[in-house]
């Protein structure tokens, strides 16, 4: 068993930054995407700059509860209008793996690249395809989970949007100082109350992992939205580095 | 062999509601294709499931829609064998990894059309327990008292062809002792409509390999594995090899190196040499970028080997058609007989590979099953047979 990953580095980006206009995507294949999309490929190169990670080369695993959600529901209304006609375009732009083609594309990444969902255990899920791909023989892992605000007249939470993308790792590399360990359903522990923008996305427990690995707080950190402090749901523990 | 047994299977789509009944049509050259279960926007061939999908029991009936009685009722067949992989292995150590492209979708499409008539979505519509992906599991999980790590994969049309890669993963990881995975996928009118504005739908029953192949039928079904670290099963999952394209959102790479690489990683996962495949069951959707690029693929690394295209019968299940294809490659090499390639005939000249048009004898150790996605998403699954 792979019981633990270090981590390399992390990248994130919440809505209230505003909108992307990602580099990582050429203008022509930038203006056919999604908030969500861009989003993506926004923190991708946010941790390629931090890390050197080469998008071109690491493995992917992209995770989001709802994926695009707000070009599906474009879709539904294009049924709805004239002849029901839908465009193209947004329909192979709906799919759950929309923003894994675009890096891939992007960067001429044409390795190991999934995107999942779980509801309100996705950041958990992600992070358990990660450690199976490192113990499989891969030496390096891109998480990235992402998260759209719902669009109405969906009934659902309000949340705005938010996307975070971590680099992982089989063995340390200097400037390395934090370990992940293996996912596992425990006691979650206390946990700083998440801000109200980001309460409710099914996948701010990435959001929040993010932060604490920022400030280099070791310890458990609750995977699975929703669940409060003393109830037993998917955490990750923080540990330091043994050799810095 | 090594690799990991599949101790049991169970499908249910446009051929039959039972193992039996599907593996009996399917060898017997009889398509399940027709019409769909509701009125289409413009004329459609699709394999629908025709049978009736038992109601939920109530207490899964909060999770109520088609997608919900589809899983249910692709996972009649395989309960007892998963009720015994949980009593062995402990309930929190058999994952749940199901593939699906549509979820929920066509109960979405339905509350949607109620709020454009009456201005609010329907208060029995909630978007976690119908809508999203996570549901599939939900239901899985719900029928199966399974407390393992559940999750879907959805990347199109290669989702239930990746399971199978989590399935080793996991198992390798050591984090399971086995792993329930699947496909599920409902017919919808995001689907056929979205098809049909990328110009590559057949009104017409499909022709995979054809030279008079003119697009896809989409199809409806669902089919689940049980991968266990150890147990007796005629047929493992050997490797599996997953890949992108970088090339088109839509359009495979016209030289098939990615679904090349698919293969050829999968093989060496395996330990099996490009000569020791006996046959393949293709992606094969019927249109003519796909085929002509699959061919080259499998041609480049396997030579004439036999290839099956199965979405003649069933139509593209999309979510659902890697786990399908892998059940119907194990039905072929349990059986030592290929199924014909139903709607091939005539086969397009030069492709390079040995398109099997009626059913052939053919004794199978190694196979491999290709699903190829939008995102240019490549999944090869080898299977292997007793040696």
Not at chain 2, 117 to 140: C, K, W, Y
Not at chain 2, 181 to 209: A, K, N, Q, W, Y
């Amino acid at each position: 068993m792979t019981e633990r990953l270090c981590v390399h580095g992390a990248a994130w980006w919440t809505e209230e930054e505003g909108d992307l206009r990602p580099a990582l995507l050429p203008p022509r294949l930038r203006r056919r995407t999604s908030p969500l999309t861009r989003a993506v490929a926004e923190v991708v190169a946010r941790l390629q700059a931090q890390t050197g990670v080469d998008p071109a080369k690491v493995p992917m695993i992209h995770a989001s509860a709802m994926g695009e959600i707000g070009t599906t529901l474009g879709l539904l209304a294009m049924m709805q209008e004239g002849n029901g006609a839908v465009s193209p375009t947004r329909f192979h732009n709906s799919v759950h793996n929309t923003a894994a083609g675009y890096v891939s594309i992007a960067t001429g990444n044409r390795g190991f690249s999934t995107a999942l969902a779980a509801g309100s255990q996705t950041p958990a899920m992600a992070l358990v395809e990660a450690f199976s791909v490192i113990h499989a023989g891969a030496t390096e892992v891109m998480v990235i989970v992402a998260e759209e605000t719902l669009p109405a007249p969906l009934l659902g939470p309000a949340y705005e949007s938010l996307a975070v993308a971590l680099h992982l790792g089989a063995a340390e590399r200097g400037g390395d100082h934090l370990h992940l360990s293996t996912p596992r359903i425990r006691s979650v522990p206390d946990v700083p109350a998440l801000p109200p923008t980001l309460a409710k996305n099914p996948c701010a427990p990435a959001w929040a992992l993010s932060q604490a690995l920022e400030i280099r707080r070791v310890g458990n950190v609750s995977l699975e939205a929703g669940k409060r402090s003393g109830e037993r749901g998917w955490c990750v523990e923080i540990a330091e580095a043994e050799c810095v | 062999m090594a690799g990991y047994p599949i101790t049991a299977f169970s499908v249910v789509n446009g051929l039959g509601s039972t193992a039996r009944e599907v593996e009996s049509k399917l060898f017997a050259g009889i398509s399940g294709l027709g019409q769909p279960p509701f009125e289409p926007p413009f004329p459609v061939t699709c394999g629908a499931v025709t049978s009736d999908l038992p109601d939920l029991p109530s207490r899964l009936r909060s999770l109520d829609t088609r997608q919900a009685r589809l899983v249910a009722a692709s996972l009649q067949e395989i309960l007892p064998a998963v009720i015994r992989a949980r009593s062995r292995w402990g309930g929190d150590r058999v994952a749940i990894v199901v593939g699906t492209s549509t979820g929920g979708i066509a109960a979405t499409e339905s509350a949607y059309r109620t709020y454009c008539a009456t201005g609010s979505m329907p208060s029995s519509f909630d978007l976690n327990r119908h809508h999203s992906m996570q549901a599939s599991v939900d239901v899985v999980r719900a029928c199966t008292e399974l407390h393992g790590p559940g999750y879907v994969v959805s990347t199109a049309c290669s989702s239930s062809g990746k399971i199978l890669g989590s399935a080793r993963r996991l198992l390798g990881l050591g984090i399971v002792d086995a792993a329930l995975v699947g496909g599920v996928d409902t017919l919808c009118e995001m689907t056929i409509r979205g098809f049909h504005s990328l110009e590559v739908l057949s009104s017409d029953p499909c022709r995979p390999f054809s030279s008079q192949r003119a697009g896809i039928n989409l199809g409806e079904g669902g089919a689940f594995l049980l991968v266990e670290r150890e147990g007796d099963g005629p047929v493992s999952v050997l490797g599996v090899g997953e890949t992108s394209d970088a090339h088109h959102m839509t359009a495979p790479h016209p030289a098939g190196i990615g679904a090349c690489d698919a293969m050829r990683l999968a093989l060496a996962e395996a330990h099996v040499e490009p000569a020791q495949v006996d046959h393949v069951n293709a992606h094969a959707t019927g249109t003519r970028l796909n085929d002509r690029a699959e061919a080259r693929a499998i041609g480049d690394l396997l030579g004439a080997v036999p290839v099956v295209g199965t979405k003649g019968y069933t139509g593209h299940l999309l979510g659902a058609a890697g786990a399908t294809e892998a059940v119907f490659t194990m039905m072929a090499i349990t059986r030592g007989e290929i199924p014909g390639s139903l709607g091939a005939d005539p086969v397009e000249p030069d492709l390079g590979i040995d398109v099997v048009v009626t059913p052939r004898e053919l004794k199978t150790r190694v196979a491999i099953s290709n699903s190829f996605a939008f995102g240019g998403s490549n999944v090869a699954v080898v299977l292997g047979g007793p040696s």
